[in-house]
């Protein structure tokens, strides 16, 4: 339990401390915009870039790992789907971004400072992000872009257009970007000069705290404290991101492609990660389920505070992949 603790402890604090400055304003108007842009396009980069470009290719190709983690975030969507359309009789664009809430784990800025501290190794978050963006993203967006073009009446040339603004978007994602030039480094085998590595590392060690301080402030934003009348659907989102997620991890993990030990207790982690601020961004940026985005975000949020080290607790035995 100790080590649990002391894995978590510094993680809330520098959280807590964010929030606090966040309310506080202490970072100005400009400040919380600047730090998540530098931790978005500056350091989590190079991070990203560095742990996968000094490994060796076995290391990377964890292909169990991330074919449970892409059943499981699968089926979770396909068990959200059903049971919504019965219940809430939802579709289109707001069942997309539904989706994207309740599936979509916040990897970037929780799970990857958190699996540095708890496995040693940022490389089980970094591996599911990459599924998120060539997966999860690509297909909810596509949905949500072709959902909302159909109801303004746009021809079949403007859906097109917005189809392939999607994927430039996606594919120009700096976090997408590193891990492809990362890989490509360890498949044809170039050896990094020193001041590389260092300046990578200098700005991946920027990464962690700034990421998980940018964290706390975004929660302290008047946007995702917007209460609504939607607490069934508030509540049924949680439970999909903390509750099932983790199970369907576990059993498509354990059950189905052969996981034990570590890995297992890795894949479990990142599928029980907290429902990401990008949920609530896009929420915005389209206009609608942004009450039901905000308020996800910030009850899984607050709860992976209990969850997160009960399901290191439950694994007993933290070690690096």
């Not at 603790?5 to 510094?10: K, Q």
């Not at 807590?16 to 842009?37: E, I, M």
């Not at 396009?41 to 290719?57: D, E, G, H, S, Y």
């Not at 030039?181 to 990578?200: D, K, N, Q, Y």
Request: aromatic share 12%; net charge positive; charged share 10%.
């Amino acid at each position: 339990m100790d080590q649990v603790i002391s894995v978590f402890a510094p993680i809330f604090s520098i959280t807590l401390l964010g929030y606090v400055c966040g309310r506080l304003k202490l970072l100005g108007d400009t400040g919380p915009k600047v730090l998540s842009r530098f931790v978005f396009f500056v350091a989590m980069p190079p991070l990203i870039f560095i742990t996968l470009a000094t490994r060796k290719p076995e290391e990377i190709a964890h292909w169990n790992y991330m074919l449970s983690y892409f059943t499981a975030i699968t089926a979770a969507a396909l068990i959200f789907l059903a049971i919504n359309r019965l219940w809430f009789r939802e579709k289109g664009a707001e069942l997309s971004l539904g989706i994207f809430t309740s599936v979509n784990g916040n990897a970037g800025y929780l799970g990857i400072p958190i699996c540095m501290y708890a496995f040693g190794s940022p490389l089980p978050a970094i591996l599911v992000t990459v599924i998120h963006m060539v997966y999860v993203y690509p297909v909810l967006l596509t949905w949500i872009e072709l959902d909302l073009a159909k109801r303004n009446g746009a021809p079949i040339s403007s859906k097109l257009g917005k189809l392939a603004r999607v994927f430039t978007v996606v594919f120009k994602n700096p976090v997408l970007l590193a891990t492809f030039l990362g890989v490509a480094v360890v498949a044809t085998g170039l050896e990094l000069p020193a001041w590389t590595i260092r300046t990578c590392h200098l700005l991946g060690d920027g990464a962690i705290p700034a990421a998980v301080f940018a964290l706390g402030v975004t929660l302290s934003e008047k946007g995702t404290e917007t209460a609504g009348a939607e607490l069934s659907q508030i509540a049924f989102s949680s439970m999909v991101k903390m509750v099932l997620m983790p199970i369907l991890a576990y059993g498509f993990g354990h059950y189905v492609f052969g996981l034990n030990g570590t890995w297992l207790a890795m894949l479990v982690f990142v599928a029980a990660l907290p429902s990401p601020k990008n949920a609530f961004i896009l929420a915005q940026s389209y206009g609608i389920y942004v009450r039901r985005a905000a308020m996800t975000v910030m009850l899984t949020t607050v709860a992976s505070a209990i969850t997160l080290p009960l399901v290191l607790y439950a694994f007993d035995g933290l070690s690096a992949p």
